[in-house]
């Protein structure tokens, strides 16, 4: 499986931006996509996911201003993002698991937002 994120970049506080993460190879057994993100000297944390039955799990720090969507005739998840604070900034990685517990990381795409 590999994973192909883009879409970040650098935007003002309060600005929006949208990450995309395309699947190819053996994505048949993929059952759940998602994004973290890590920020320098921080763990990596999770953002936002779907998770193996379907539904979406985000981190508290995004409920209502980060929306999970995805893509099946694509393989792509979407990570719409709005109402950026400097807090944001990371580096951010598409995550797949597949039904066998495999997990994949994309290379990773940086948001910055500036204040």
């Known amino acids: 499986v590999q994973l192909q994120a883009s879409g970040g970049g650098l935007v003002q506080a309060g600005g929006s931006l949208r990450l995309s993460c395309a699947a190819s190879?053996?994505?048949?057994?993929?059952?759940?996509m998602g994004w973290y993100r890590q920020a320098p000297g921080k763990q990596r944390e999770l953002v936002a996911a779907?998770?193996?039955?379907?539904?979406?799990n985000y981190a508290d720090s995004v409920k209502g201003r980060f929306t999970i969507s995805r893509d099946n005739a694509k393989n792509t998840v979407y990570l719409q993002m709005a109402s950026l604070t400097p807090e944001d900034t990371a580096t951010y990685y598409c995550?797949?698991?597949?039904?066998?517990?495999?997990?994949?990381w994309g290379q990773g795409t940086q948001v910055t937002v500036s204040s």
């Open positions: 779907f998770t193996r039955d379907g539904s979406t």
């Open positions: 995550h797949a698991r597949s039904s066998y517990l495999d997990s994949y």
């Open positions: 190879g053996s994505i048949r057994s993929i059952n759940a």
